[in-house]
């Protein structure tokens, strides 16, 4: 993570003044009890990274994603649209006019994945998008966000 301004005293330590801007979040995974299902939560800000060299969660090879959704912490302002998928659709689950910043409110919240990798169209069961190769899911931004801040959350097993 960096901050605004750095400084090196006499003795060359490097010390940081100002907001510290995260530059790439973390995902935690939670494992379910007697299951091979996980869960993953990464948590953005209107600060972070995004896109696929930015915050991301890596998919194992393998793996069967069940379902995704985002809860927004911090209303989003400034945007036109946040999308989450992978490199064969950046709104393969939770789409651009999803994520459009009208629905980007703590009062919208949460918002289920409603892409084309989601829940198959007049059925109450998900159509599991599948990953031979491991793979990193990520966020994609339309615009520059001056606030905001959410949770995604991808069961996968």
Do not use: C, H
């Amino acid at each position: 993570m960096t901050r605004k301004t750095t400084w090196a005293n006499a003795d060359g330590l490097n010390v940081g003044f100002g907001p510290n801007y995260p530059e790439r979040q973390d995902y935690a995974v939670m494992t379910q009890e007697g299951t091979d299902m996980k869960v993953a939560k990464l948590t953005i800000t209107y600060q972070s990274t995004l896109g696929s060299s930015g915050a991301v969660i890596p998919i194992p090879a393998g793996s069967v994603v069940r379902s995704v959704y985002m809860k927004t912490r911090v209303n989003w302002a400034g945007l036109t649209s946040l999308a989450f998928g992978d490199a064969g659709s950046t709104g393969g689950f939770i789409t651009a006019s999803q994520g459009a910043a009208a629905n980007l409110t703590t009062a919208a919240s949460p918002i289920v994945a409603g892409g084309a990798y989601a829940i198959a169209t007049g059925t109450s069961a998900t159509a599991p998008k599948a990953y031979t190769t491991a793979t990193n899911l990520y966020f994609t931004i339309v615009g520059t966000p001056t606030a905001g801040e959410s949770d995604v959350y991808v069961e996968f097993a």
